[in-house]
């Protein structure tokens, strides 16, 4: 299944390759290591931004309206 990327998941994917970016230039491989361990939680935070932001309207369209007395309609 193809998952459209959300506005904070897109957020998230250009930290995860700036981070990416800057591993790639590090002479130190420990803390290249580091970076590229980042990038990829910061991937995965990517992933899970758009799959629970694309289940928002979902679920307040699954939601009943709620049904005013009319007392106060």
Known sequence: ???Q???RGKQYM???QSL???AMSMTDEVVATR????ADDYQRRAEKASSVDAA??????ARPEYDWPQELV
């Open 1 to 3: 299944m193809t998952l």
């Open 5 to 7: 990327m959300s506005r």
């Open 14 to 16: 250009e930290t995860a």
């Open 20 to 22: 990416l970016r800057a």
């Open 35 to 38: 970076l590229k361990l980042l």
């Open 56 to 61: 928002k309207p979902a679920r307040s369209a």
